[in-house]
């Protein structure tokens, strides 16, 4: 079964930083790319970023371009989100899936799954 675990969100001030963990299990990490979405309040789920598999290529969705840092680490078969200088924008849940390819619109053709719990992030002003 193909899981995705989200951890490391909170509660925190403008300005502030916050990891993001996404550890998945149940598929063959090594040959897939990874993206993070997020969901804000009243808003539909978007891209946020994603991880190519094996050249390690990166997008970002332009909002967040110079404030996050996404890596990986298939020793551990996880994702991270390193989220810098956060907005009260950026506040909602952060969620992981497996992509077949990372890119703008690779974003919209996830891996079959679902859901997983999600990370809450609360940027306070």
């Known amino acids: 079964e193909v899981q995705f675990v989200e951890s490391g969100g909170g509660l925190v001030q403008a300005g502030g930083s916050l990891r993001l963990s996404c550890a998945a299990s149940g598929f063959s990490f090594d040959d897939y790319a990874i993206g993070w979405f997020r969901q804000a309040p009243g808003k539909e789920r978007e891209g946020v970023s994603c991880i190519g598999s094996t050249d390690g290529s990166t997008y970002y969705t332009d909002s967040v371009k110079g404030r996050f840092i996404i890596s990986k680490d298939n020793a551990k078969n996880t994702v991270y989100l390193q989220m810098n200088s956060l907005k009260p924008e950026d506040t909602g849940v952060y969620y992981c899936?497996?992509?077949?390819?990372?890119?703008?619109?690779?974003?919209?053709?996830?891996?079959?799954?679902?859901w997983g719990q999600g990370a809450q992030v609360t940027v306070s002003s």
């Open positions: 899936r497996g992509l077949l390819i990372c890119g703008a619109q690779a974003m919209r053709i996830m891996l079959p799954g679902s």
